[in-house]
């Protein structure tokens, strides 16, 4: 079955420093990949997405991901964290041979520490 | 380009009263989605339309929910009658197929007293 996998429900990292949150996806033909980010009680907001362009997408806030489909991952990262990075993070998948199954993976909440 | 748009924002009802959420996709999108997130939780899938066809709705709790999406544009979820558990955001989102994009309402909150 489809699925989209968040392999970290929390990530704690320090203001200043790097950080990686992890999604797998099932594999496919071709996926449309995105990263979403909700703080807390507000709606989601974009922060990238892959849809079969460079493998290497730039988002907005400084966040960046990589497609690697030998590995079926697209792992979030930024190179210095903010405070106001505190939210949750969700991996999302199109599955567009599955007649456009849109999968959520689980989210994953990420801290910030002063 | 406007965005999907959801009404109501906000609504408050009592157990076992009915509540209609109306979602308006960007023009042209396909590919339209209903998604219930409860407080702490990922969103989860209700019903997924194709132009006016249902593609998914095996998640769709269809004793109580209802969903339509007349001419392949706007969609109301309805449900019937609301139970506690029922409170959540109700999200819209749409796709389009040609680049594989994808835009979320703002969501509709649902509390049921």
């Known amino acids: 079955a489809q699925s989209v996998t968040q392999l970290d429900s929390h990530v704690s990292v320090s203001e200043g420093t790097p950080v990686l949150l992890r999604c797998n996806y099932s594999?496919?033909?071709?996926?449309?990949l995105f990263w979403y980010v909700q703080h807390p009680n507000k709606g989601l907001q974009l922060l990238l997405k892959?849809?079969?362009?460079?493998?290497l997408v730039k988002g907005i806030n400084g966040f960046e991901a990589e497609f690697k489909k030998s590995e079926t991952s697209f792992h979030l990262t930024k190179p210095s964290a903010h405070m106001s990075d505190a939210a949750e993070y969700f991996c999302v998948v199109i599955y567009m041979e599955y007649g456009n199954k849109l999968v959520f993976g689980a989210g994953t909440i990420l801290r910030v520490k002063s | 380009e406007a965005g999907v748009a959801q009404s109501p924002r906000y609504k408050i009802i009592e157990k076992r009263q009915s509540v209609a959420f109306w979602c308006n996709p960007i023009s042209g999108h396909a590919t339209l989605y209903w998604y219930q997130q409860i407080l702490g939780q990922g969103p989860k899938l209700l019903i997924q339309f194709q132009n006016n066809g249902v593609v998914d709705d095996s998640q769709l709790p269809k004793d109580r929910f209802s969903a339509e999406r007349l001419k392949g544009v706007d969609s109301t979820l309805k449900i019937q009658p609301a139970k506690l558990e029922d409170s959540a955001v109700y999200l819209c989102a749409s796709h389009r197929m040609n680049t594989g994009e994808l835009f979320f309402g703002e969501g509709s909150r649902l509390t049921v007293l």
């Open positions: 892959y849809t079969s362009a460079a493998t």
């Open positions: 594999s496919s033909y071709s996926p449309s």
